[in-house]
């Protein structure tokens, strides 16, 4: 499985920016898709992550309410509506996808393929 995120940028503290994540080459994606983040100088961190179904999901307590997450399986992407965004949320993003059923959603260690990152950088 090929994962290919993009919609990285700079961007004023209270903006907003869509991340996208396509996935191809194999099923994975149709399990779950997950996002991490990895500030500088810190461990990468869970932010977001939605079921097959499309209705399960879950995200960190630090973006809840400002981040949501989708996906359309008809074109294997999911997205990150990241919405009032703050200098702390300045990270890469890591999209993340398993080899099979994922028990928990926030584990980073369920998820099996990952894309490049895209860098997001939030000014204040």
């Known amino acids: 499985v090929q994962l290919q995120a993009s919609g990285g940028g700079l961007v004023q503290a209270g903006g907003f920016l869509r991340l996208s994540c396509a996935a191809s080459g194999g099923t994975g994606s149709s399990y779950a898709m997950g996002w991490f983040r990895q500030a500088p100088g810190k461990e990468r961190e869970f932010v977001a992550a939605?079921?097959?179904?499309?209705?399960?999901?879950a995200y960190a307590d630090s973006v809840k309410g400002r981040f949501t997450i989708s996906r359309d399986n008809a074109k294997n992407t999911v997205y990150l509506q990241m919405n009032s965004l703050k200098p702390e949320d300045t990270a890469v993003y890591y999209c993340a996808a398993p080899k099979s059923y994922v028990l928990r959603l926030t584990r980073e260690w369920e998820y099996d393929y990952w894309g490049q990152g895209t860098l997001v950088t939030v000014s204040s």
């Open positions: 939605i079921r097959w179904n499309g209705v399960s999901t």
